[in-house]
């Protein structure tokens, strides 16, 4: 810079002064803030406002004011001041270095305040509002008259500048700097001009004069000279691990250098580094803008989510058998679901609702239908998974029932008939004709079913004989009469221990009007030879023995076989011949 140059942007600067002072002294209320700073470039800003280079008196409201002084290639200090009405409070601040030396690319920044009024104590801020943005004033950064440089060197690339005093943003716009190019700007019209700035290239540690370190120094002030070397920002993001299922969680890990502020995507704002758990439910990159006087880095990672649910649904067995006699179940199968899933976060099962992950459940199969018949119909299982990642999955299980629902067993009791003075105790099976044993075997093949349903039923097997005879030997008639029954059923497959037998002989007689009553009832009539004699009729339905069915107490019919081949053997009052009976027996 010229004498002449720096005379007139002196009694600039003077004049600005003077007018602030006399516009800020008609408020008798104000005081003031006397700043004493080291290096003597630093630069003063008050509530976030750039105030000015170097040592300086400012006036202030009465209050608290926040103060931060800025060097580039210096620790800023901040702190708070209270001004008090027409007091003057000293603030000594002397800043310390910090930083390493800048490695290159570089180009260079050259900013003419163009005459623009107050220009040259203005601050200029790179890629940033905020004074933390600070690089240095414009009359550090506005001349190259042969070794009187005053000249802020930035990385390559875009950067938006920002040139601001009192508040009042005197010139802002984006500047491309290319490596080893000097760029100039006129801030009182934006204009620029690109010269070749060889300067910039790097030299090792003997660098001959004009050259740049290698590793050059943030700041160096001389005579008439300033030089500001702004290093460039760097970030790095991690996410580990890097792939992740649904609701998982991973590590982001972040770290920038030479920052001012950070922002990362979806979490903003974020320290400049640091860390945190976090758990996307999709793919999603995270991109981390740091931003500082160097410029803006955009590293970022991607974390890969996986929506997948697997799960897998299996019923064993998958056919089941079921049989039911009226109201008692006698064969109830259960099949068991076995399920498992990953990957999710709600499961359920239909039907049954919302269940564990993995599970198995034990399930009784009972038939959807009402009335009898037999029984064959698919149950279908459905396992529904899902996370809130999107991801979802569904598997089905059909389980067969088979069987049968039948009606209690019919057990038809006929009471069965002998005929006279049969059995004997020389042939005690002889006497069971062939209706009578027809009747017995129906009589057994319902009781075994029956034994299904009732499996305590017991036969009850009573015998009885007419009043011919004496009581000696009608009870031992009635005791043959009763167990050749018993041996007929046992010989159709009941256990002999399910039938009790009893002998009344001649004790308890059907009388006459009960014999009339049954008769007219009985489905079977009789021939018209068998209605002439009704004592043998009466005789006849005394010769019998009665079945009940226990704990039913269902007793047997006494209806007499009119109609049966062998009803007048069995009817007839003298005894039958052996060869007669024998042809029916």
């Known amino acids: 810079m010229n004498a002449q140059t720096i005379r007139t942007l002196s009694l600039g600067f003077g004049a600005t002064l003077l007018l602030s002072s006399v516009a800020l002294a008609q408020d008798a209320k104000q005081g003031k803030l006397e700043m004493k700073v080291t290096p003597k470039q630093a630069y003063t800003f008050v509530d976030g406002q750039a105030m000015g280079p170097g040592n300086r008196v400012i006036k202030l409201n009465v209050g608290t004011h926040h103060v931060i002084v800025a060097n580039y290639g210096y620790k800023f200090a901040e702190q708070d001041v209270s001004v008090d009405s027409e007091k003057t409070a000293p603030v000594d601040i002397k800043l310390e270095p910090a930083g390493e030396p800048v490695p290159g690319p570089r180009g260079r920044l050259q900013i003419e305040s163009g005459g623009v009024h107050g220009a040259t104590g203005a601050a200029v801020l790179l890629n940033g509002k905020k004074p933390l943005y600070f690089v240095g004033h414009v009359d550090e950064f506005d001349n190259d008259i042969f070794f009187w440089r005053q000249e802020l ?53 003997n660098c001959v004069p004009g050259k ?29 691990p890097s792939k992740i299922d649904c609701n998982q969680t991973t590590q982001l890990a972040w770290v920038s250098k030479e920052t001012v502020e950070a922002d990362m995507s979806g979490m903003s704002p974020v320290p400049t580094s640091g860390e945190k758990t976090v758990s996307p439910r999709q793919t999603t990159t995270y991109q981390l803008t740091a931003s500082g006087p160097g410029g803006v880095t955009t590293p970022s990672a991607t974390v890969e989510v996986n929506p997948v649910v697997q799960s897998s649904l299996s019923a064993s067995p998958t056919e089941v058998t079921y049989r039911r006699i009226g109201d008692k179940v006698l064969e109830q199968g259960s099949t068991t679901l ?9 499961v359920s099962l239909d039907p049954g609702g919302s269940v564990d992950p993995s599970g198995t459940k034990s399930i009784t199969l009972n038939p959807t239908q009402s009335g009898n018949g037999p029984v064959d119909e698919q149950f279908t299982y459905t396992l529904k998974t899902t996370n809130v ?54 009589l057994a ?37 009763a167990q050749r029954v ?20 001649k004790q308890k007689p059907l009388d006459e009007a009960t014999v009339s009553d049954l008769q007219s009832r009985n489905p079977n009539q009789p021939p018209e030879k068998l209605t002439r004699d009704r004592r043998a009729t009466w005789l006849a339905y005394n010769r019998r023995v009665d079945i009940v069915l ?32 024998e042809k029916y027996n």
């Not at 700041?219 to 970030?235: I, L, Q, R």
């Not at 704990?551 to 069995?570: G, V």
């Open 486 to 505: 018993k041996d007929f059923l046992v010989s159709q497959g009941i256990a002999a221990e399910k039938i009790d037998t009893l002998a009344y002989g």
């Open 389 to 442: 990642c999107g991801g979802s999955d569904t598997k089905t299980v059909a389980v067969h029932l088979k069987g049968s629902v039948e009606p209690v067993p019919t057990v038809l009791l006929q009471s069965v008939f002998f005929p006279t003075a049969y059995p004997t105790e020389k042939d005690p099976t002889l006497g069971l004709v062939r209706s009578q044993q027809e009747a017995l075997t129906t």
């Open 550 to 581: 226990v704990p039913a107490n269902t007793e047997s019919q006494r209806f007499f076989p009119n109609q049966a081949e062998d009803s007048e053997i069995l009817w007839q009052k003298p005894k039958p011949s052996r060869s007669t009976v």
């Open 153 to 205: 060197i930035v990385p390559p690339g875009t950067h938006q500048v920002t040139v601001t005093r009192y508040g009042k943003e005197l010139w802002s716009g984006p500047i491309t700097v290319a490596a080893d190019q000097r760029v100039i700007v006129n801030i009182s019209n934006g204009k620029e001009k690109i010269k070749p700035w060889p300067r910039g290239s790097e030299c090792g540690p």
């Open 212 to 240: 740049l370190a290698q590793l050059a120094q943030r700041f160096k002030a001389g005579v008439a000279s300033a030089t500001v070397v702004v290093a460039p920002v760097s970030g790095s993001v991690s996410a580990n």
């Open 338 to 346: 076995n399920w498992s899933s990953s990957n999710s976060d709600a």
């Open 445 to 481: 093949s319902g009781f075994k079913q029956y034994l299904e349903y009732e499996p305590n039923a017991k036969l009850s097997v009573g015998g009885y004989t007419d009043e011919r005879g004496g009581d000696k030997y009608n009870e031992s008639l009635s005791e043959l009469r």
